[in-house]
Antibody
Framework: QVQLVQSGAEVKKPGASVKVSCKAS????????MHWVRQAPGQGLEWVGV????????KYAQRFQGRVTMTRDTSTSTVYMDLSSLRSEDTAVYYC??????????WGQGTLVTVSS | QSALTQPRSVSGSPGQSVTISCTGT?????????VSWHQQHPGKAPKVIIY???KRPSGVPDRFSGSKSGNTASLTISGLQAEDEADYYC??????????FGGGTKLTVL
């Protein structure tokens, strides 16, 4: 069965960076894109970007351009999302979600990132 | 790309039907049959309940159905049950590998 297991909660100071991981299992890692979606407290879902684990190509939402980097490690079937220059508004739960033909089909459990001085 | 437009809340009594709308543009909802709906209970990760406008993943009850007309997609839940109380998000492919979400709708079962 498909499983996406994310790293644990993080607390960061403003201006710092955070790296969240998402380990995939139960399918061929390089066959599906992986998306990242975030949800601020009490707010809706917001698409952050996507990575193609096969070639490493990425596409980011315009508002995160320059601050987000998505990478992958095919040897461990893990994708990473690095967000830099953190501010309080980046406090959110970050989800990885598997892509399939221009949609999402499985979600990770989420990782809470708290930005606070 | 702006978020898709959903009503902030809807409600219904057990056994009734409710419909949640999701309005986009000719660049997203109106251009692609890649609209999905995601159910999220408090403190939980979202779960896909409808994909490709009308399809249901295995295990999702047929009380959940989807449709689309022009730039607006809809989710209908018939025979409301208490466990359907949750937040619902629509999501559309926006071209060039991008996805766009709606603002979310809180469903209350009275």
């Amino acid at each position: 069965q498909v499983q996406l297991v994310q790293s644990g909660a993080e607390v960061k100071k403003p201006g710092a960076s955070v790296k969240v991981s998402c380990k995939a299992s139960g399918y061929t890692f390089t066959n599906n894109h992986m998306h990242w979606v975030r949800q601020a407290p009490g707010q809706g879902l917001e698409w952050v970007g996507v990575i193609n684990p096969s070639g490493g190509g990425t596409k980011y939402a315009q508002r995160f351009q320059g601050r987000v980097t998505m990478t992958r490690d095919t040897s461990t079937s893990t994708v990473y999302m690095d967000l830099s220059s953190l501010r309080s508004e980046d406090t959110a739960v970050y989800y990885c979600a598997r892509g399939r033909e221009n949609r999402l089909d499985y979600w990770g459990q989420g990782t809470l990132v708290t930005v606070s001085s | 790309q702006s978020a898709l437009t959903q009503p902030r809340s809807v409600s219904g009594s057990p056994g009734q039907s409710v419909t949640i709308s999701c309005t986009g543009t000719s660049s997203d909802v109106g251009s692609y049959d890649y609209v999905s709906w995601h159910q999220q209970h408090p403190g939980k990760a979202p779960k896909v309940i409808i994909y490709d406008v009308t399809k249901r993943p295995s295990g999702v009850p047929d009380r959940f159905s989807g449709s689309k007309s022009g730039n607006t997609a809809s989710l209908t839940i018939s025979g409301l049950q208490a466990e359907d109380e949750a937040d619902y998000y629509c999501c559309s492919y926006g071209g060039w590998y991008t996805l766009i979400f709606g603002g979310g709708t809180k469903l209350t079962v009275l």
